[in-house]
């Protein structure tokens, strides 16, 4: 089983910025891609961002400019930094994980969700 630890998140003033982390660890066979999806109260989880093992990214175009995601597959990480904050950023994000099995099928694993607050 594969386990993720996210990390970074917390309480941020409009314009700062917050880099968060993901660490995937336990019974890895083969992870292909990594990233961030997010959920604000009362709204439905969207996509933040993505990024494959070989280094192509995608962005949620509200972020774009303002995020960036980057890996280091060797050591199953991902990364976020958000910079220029608003407070419409503010939500819980969730970090995933795409691994292909041994049988060929994907399975995609999530994270426990990390806080993110925008406030002045």
């Known amino acids: 089983q594969v386990q993720l630890v996210e990390s970074g998140g917390g309480l941020v003033q409009p314009g700062g910025s917050l880099r968060l982390s993901c660490v995937a660890s336990?019974?890895?066979?083969?992870?292909?891609?990594m990233g961030w999806f997010r959920q604000a109260p009362g709204k439905q989880r969207e996509l933040v961002a993505g990024?494959?093992?070989?280094?192509?990214?995608n962005y949620v175009d509200f972020v774009k400019g303002r995020f960036s995601i980057s890996n280091d597959y060797a050591k199953n990480t991902v990364y976020l930094q958000m910079n220029s904050l608003k407070a419409e950023d503010t939500a819980v994000y969730y970090c995933?994980?795409?691994?292909?099995?041994?049988?060929?099928?994907?399975?995609?694993?999530w994270g426990q969700g990390t806080q993110v607050t925008v406030s002045s």
């Open positions: 995933y994980a795409d691994e292909a099995t041994r049988q060929g099928l994907p399975y995609r694993y």
């Open positions: 990024i494959t093992k070989g280094g192509s990214t």
């Open positions: 336990g019974s890895i066979f083969s992870i292909y891609a």
